[in-house]
């Protein structure tokens, strides 16, 4: 045992000697995420090994020649990111499976793409995304590049619970396991064709070689793995003036020039809006530590730097893509756009606007790699572009997984293009606002610490489930139920009810008489209930109103829910 673990164990008092070793780290299709620490319950070498392990005889159990095709593995810039992707690798080593391994932290989606690539049986990558510094995580990648499905999660689960000693679990010395050929260094063209497909992306080319003379643009890595990148694939495609932000250009498992280091945040992107106003930049952009997630700040009115929401930038990208597409006659009859059930409705009618369906996923980017695979192979319909609220974007299908690379250089063109009509993106969001509605939308967390807390904010959505909300304060009545979980949804002013086709998950979502929604969903890796809002209104002040007015109503809702069970939770 390391002497970090060692002396915290010797410190710990009964009450954390129960919290860190009073249940196993759970598994499912998010993989691992918790605090790095000593314990079953808690991110370190021996529960890796352990999740290794089991992921090693799923394997295994699929027989050989799923097995020797071996495991892609990547980290990014965390505390132990390094230590605990050899580790899993010496784990495959032992167990007779191939690990080939990035020599440094490159992205998630350069893992996804790398997957594909190598034609591996899987994809391991350590990280915790956008948590804070004392978070690590291991995600699972199945064959196609994508997160894994709930029943293959569910499998591997039932292998790692076979793991009856986590100390007992061996790895194989490093230097034998590159000389029997079972760890193998992920070389360069990999990398390199990966830069290769994103340029593909370009929907106009010489737009963007011919604004990127002039076009300054700050992006920030926030100390992980986006640095290069997204440098590489901005310069190919022609932008000549990138700025980075310097204190925040290299790793840093300490995230020190930010709280959080999660490009959702406003205070996220501070350093790198000063450093726009220095150098007159028109666009900035910053990715999270493992590089899947983007954020941007655009020149508002009065000039002014406003950053904007996921639903905002997928909306511009949406609209940008299919615009283009429908331009050049090149949008297919069986076009799709994947989004998730939280995601903002402007997106559904900007896609109905080019003729094109909509689909609705569960909450995760791994439900939408799974419907591009599923389409790939029936050839039913076409990926056009996918995303989600929290600020993951894909329009490139040879990456299964939200890719915040290939969304920069998206985002990079867009600008560029609406900068020849004289425009800036804030601008233009304006006109969707002005040519679809007005859309808002709002993310609230109500939060509970320690062992007990996802169970006791389970309670919570289970009353919400038994206890059918049917009005919201005097101003709404509910239209619509969809019971995720039981897979029904509830049509309340004809009294019907229909099937839900999609996997099961505890999320409940409303649907009120004026377009507005809310939805309550537990999260997956945090003691968490995650509380949707959405609203649509007939200006920037009648939009604004209602989406104030829904989340005080549905807070209220949750703040005599908690007092009714006797829970003691934090609203934020």
Not at 236 to 256: C, I, L
Request: charged fraction near 25%.
């Amino acid at each position: 045992m390391p002497e970090w673990m060692r002396a915290e164990l010797d410190a710990m008092s009964e009450k954390q000697l129960h919290e860190h070793f009073g249940a196993h780290l759970e598994f499912g299709t998010g993989g691992l995420r918790a605090e790095i620490g000593v314990g079953t319950n808690r991110m370190n070498v021996f529960t890796v090994r352990r999740v290794t392990q089991g992921l090693a005889k799923y394997m295994l159990s699929r027989g050989t020649e799923f097995s020797s095709r071996g495991v892609a593995i990547a980290f990014d810039s965390r505390r132990f990111s390094r230590e605990f992707a050899e580790e899993a690798a010496l784990v495959l080593a032992n167990n007779g499976i191939k690990a080939y391994l990035f020599e440094e932290l490159r992205p998630t989606p350069m893992l996804s793409y790398a997957v594909r690539h190598l034609r591996t049986a899987a994809g391991i990558v350590i990280t915790a995304s956008h948590n804070p510094p004392e978070y690590n995580g291991y995600k699972v990648y199945g064959e196609e590049g994508a997160q894994i499905p709930p029943q293959v999660a569910d499998a591997i689960t039932a292998n790692i619970e076979a793991v009856e000693d986590e100390l007992a679990v061996q790895v194989l010395d490093r230097q034998e396991a590159m000389n029997r050929g079972l760890l193998i260094q992920i070389e360069q063209q990999v990398e390199t064709n990966y830069y290769l497909n994103l340029q593909t992306l370009l929907l106009q080319p010489g737009i963007a070689r011919e604004q990127g003379k002039e076009m300054k643009i700050v992006y920030t890595p926030l100390h992980g793995s986006g640095n290069r990148p997204v440098r590489e694939a901005l310069a190919m495609a022609g932008f000549e003036h990138v700025f980075v932000v310097e204190s925040q250009e290299h790793p840093d498992s300490e995230f020190r020039t930010v709280a959080s280091p999660n490009p959702e945040e406003k205070e996220a992107l501070r350093l790198a809006i000063e450093l726009a106003e220095d150098v007159g930049a028109e666009l900035v952009l910053g990715t999270d530590p493992d590089a899947d997630r983007v954020g941007i700040a655009v020149r508002g009115r009065g000039g002014q730097f406003v950053c904007l929401t996921g639903n905002q930038t997928g909306a511009l990208m949406l609209e940008y893509t299919l615009s283009q597409l429908a331009e050049r006659k090149q949008l297919p009859k069986n076009g799709v756009v994947i989004k998730t059930i939280v995601t903002s409705e402007l997106g559904r009618e900007i896609a109905k606007h080019y003729g094109v369906e909509t689909i609705d996923t569960l909450t995760g980017f791994k439900y939408i790699g799974e419907k591009i695979g599923e389409f790939e192979r029936t050839g039913e319909k076409r990926f056009l572009f996918g995303y989600e609220e929290s600020y993951g974007y894909l329009a490139g299908s040879f990456v299964r997984d939200k890719d915040a690379v290939q969304s920069c250089l998206i985002i990079a063109e867009m600008a560029a293009y609406y900068r020849t009509k004289g425009l800036s993106l804030y601008e233009a969001l304006l006109m969707l606002y002005e040519k679809y509605g007005y859309y808002q939308e709002g993310l609230h967390s109500v939060t509970l610490k320690g062992l007990e807390g996802i169970v006791r904010l389970n309670r919570m959505t289970e009353y919400m489930r038994e206890h059918l909300v049917t009005k919201l304060g005097e101003q709404w009545k509910v239209v619509l139920i969809r019971d995720y979980d039981r897979q029904l949804q509830f049509h309340l002013r004809s009294n019907t009810r229909q099937t839900i086709e999609l996997p099961r998950s505890n999320v409940l979502h409303y649907t009120l008489n004026d377009g507005c929604w809310f939805a309550v969903r537990p999260s997956g890796t945090e003691p968490k209930l995650k509380v949707y809002f959405g609203a649509v209104g007939n200006g920037e002040a009648d939009v604004a109103r209602k989406l104030e007015a829904l989340r005080d109503e549905v807070l209220h809702l949750l703040d005599n829910i908690q007092i009714y069970l006797g829970l003691q939770v934090s609203i934020k």
